[in-house]
């Protein structure tokens, strides 16, 4: 059995939509949307494909990921490998591999090409750090959640993906671990046996192709599949809460640290305590459920 992620992520026209439609339907309540074709109003749309990338910037050399040899007991922080950007494209393009190029600084390297693209009106507050993701085809990027908990922009150019997303209010379902923005699970292939709470998990799906937006609220859990090699670009903007805010703020400087140094000072032992924890807290999600559950029953019959 599958984890249930049928209901589709909404979709509107990136074009067409307002201002005050996307404020008031999608960032003050936090859902998330497509928005198709929103980047076809920017150079880049047309402009920005793998022979431009190779001739405007292939020499220089990026370190890139591999998804089978990532610790799930670590964030990603050393490159697996080092090759010429060049190289890199031209395997994605055409042969295997499980190489992943994420969060580079594209615009460090060519500063021109912001001129490119823009920040889309439908919004403000955005914050200028524009990232870029590169994968080949079938690559996955395991579930997680933003560390600064922005509001993310993410636009797809070459190729496609495939979207997961889950609310943060599901976080203990996911069996999110302690001190981390990470799950061990794989919604793919969810192991119902060691993790029964993702019986209880609901999701929602979506394909980005060319030129589509995906607006992602913050804290929103995201899984994302390669369906075909490509890249896409992301943006952020800051989360509307303080509240959130502040806890971006704690996750990228306290949180983080003192993770790096329990794990490093107890090893493989603070990554069993930590998915220790992390089911401890899916049972009492799973008890909470069905204590309302049975609450809701008893209203219906008085």
């Not at 990603?76 to 010429?84: D, Q």
């Not at 080949?136 to 190729?159: C, W, Y």
């Not at 993790?195 to 609901?202: E, G, I, N, S």
């Not at 003192?258 to 603070?270: A, V």
């Given at each position: 059995?599958?984890i249930?992620?049928?209901?589709p992520?909404p979709?509107?026209d ?5 201002r005050?439609?996307?404020e008031?339907n999608y960032?003050?309540?936090?859902k ?6 929103l980047?076809k109003q920017?150079?880049a749309?047309?402009?920005?494909n793998?022979a431009?990338?190779k001739?405007?910037m292939g020499d ?11 610790d799930p007991?670590?964030t990603m922080?050393?490159?697996t490998v080092k090759?010429k950007f060049?190289?890199y ?5 055409k042969?295997p591999?499980?190489?992943r190029?994420?969060?580079?600084p594209?615009f460090?390297?060519k500063p ?5 693209f823009?920040y889309?009106?439908?919004?403000k507050?955005?914050?200028?750090l524009?990232?870029m993701?590169?994968?080949p085809?079938?690559a ?7 560390i ?12 496609k993906?495939r979207?997961v997303?889950f609310?943060?209010?599901?976080s ?8 981390n923005v990470h ?6 292939k969810?192991?119902y046996?060691e993790?029964p709470a993702?019986k209880y998990?609901k999701g ?13 609220p913050?804290g929103?859990w ?5 369906v075909e090699?490509g ?5 952020r903007s800051?989360p509307?809460?303080f509240?959130v ?12 640290k003192?993770?790096d ?12 305590l930590k998915?220790s924890?992390a089911?401890?807290?899916a ?20």
């Amino acid at each position: 059995m599958s984890i249930d992620v049928s209901k589709p992520i909404p979709i509107v026209d990136g074009q067409k939509i307002s201002r005050e439609e996307f404020e008031k339907n999608y960032v003050k309540p936090q859902k998330p949307v497509i928005l198709r074709g929103l980047w076809k109003q920017y150079p880049a749309y047309a402009k920005w494909n793998y022979a431009f990338f190779k001739t405007t910037m292939g020499d220089v050399e990026v370190g890139l990921y591999s998804s089978t040899k990532a610790d799930p007991s670590k964030t990603m922080s050393e490159p697996t490998v080092k090759m010429k950007f060049s190289e890199y494209l031209q395997l994605i393009e055409k042969e295997p591999t499980d190489l992943r190029l994420f969060l580079f600084p594209i615009f460090k390297y060519k500063p021109e090409l912001l001129k490119d693209f823009d920040y889309p009106t439908i919004t403000k507050n955005y914050m200028k750090l524009p990232f870029m993701f590169f994968g080949p085809k079938n690559a996955i990027t395991r579930m997680h959640q933003d560390i600064d908990m922005s509001n993310v922009f993410l636009t797809q150019f070459e190729g496609k993906k495939r979207v997961v997303l889950f609310p943060p209010d599901q976080s203990d379902l996911l069996y999110r671990l302690p001190f981390n923005v990470h799950s061990t699970v794989d919604i793919d292939k969810p192991d119902y046996k060691e993790y029964p709470a993702l019986k209880y998990a609901k999701g929602l799906t979506g394909i980005l192709e060319y030129g589509d937006t995906l607006f992602m609220p913050s804290g929103y859990w995201h899984h994302i599949e390669y369906v075909e090699g490509g890249y896409g670009l992301s943006v952020r903007s800051l989360p509307t809460q303080f509240s959130v805010k502040l806890k971006g703020f704690y996750n990228l400087t306290i949180q983080r640290k003192l993770d790096d140094m329990l794990r490093f000072t107890f090893g493989n032992k603070w990554f069993e305590l930590k998915k220790s924890i992390a089911k401890k807290r899916a049972e009492r999600a799973i008890k909470r459920m069905h204590k309302n559950n049975a609450h809701s029953g008893d209203l219906a019959f008085q």
